[in-house]
């Protein structure tokens, strides 16, 4: 399985992008899926999460929001309302639970977002 994340790019405050994040194989067997970014110096952060319900830093709430299609086994960020703090690398994430409480995610490439002031 691959993931290959696109749509990111400049953009002025208030703007607004959607990434996407390209599937290889059917999306609906994985148990989550989730947006995550890192801005440089900082650790990697959970921006948002669908799977046994949908969650949203309180950072981004209100402006982002995360979709999954599975009919072209796609994972979506909309992002609203960009503000310069939202400049980062943004990843995307499958999550499957396998025996237990072993956990198997796989990453896909960030594609940068930056938001000018």
């Known amino acids: 399985v691959q993931l290959q994340a696109s749509g990111g790019g400049l953009v002025q405050t208030g703007g607004s992008l959607r990434l996407s994040c390209a599937v290889s194989?059917?999306?609906?067997?994985?148990?989550?899926l989730a947006w995550f970014r890192q801005a440089s110096g900082k650790p990697r952060e959970l921006v948002a999460s669908v799977g046994g319900g949908t969650n949203y830093a309180d950072s981004v709430k209100g402006r982002y929001t995360i979709s999954a299609d599975n009919a072209d086994n796609t994972l979506y960020l909309q992002m609203n309302d960009l503000k310069p703090e939202d400049t980062a690398v943004y990843y995307c994430r499958t999550e499957r639970h396998l025996k237990g409480w072993q956990r198997e995610y796989l990453w896909g490439q960030g594609p940068l977002v930056t938001v000018s002031s």
């Open positions: 194989g059917s999306i609906s067997r994985f148990d989550g």
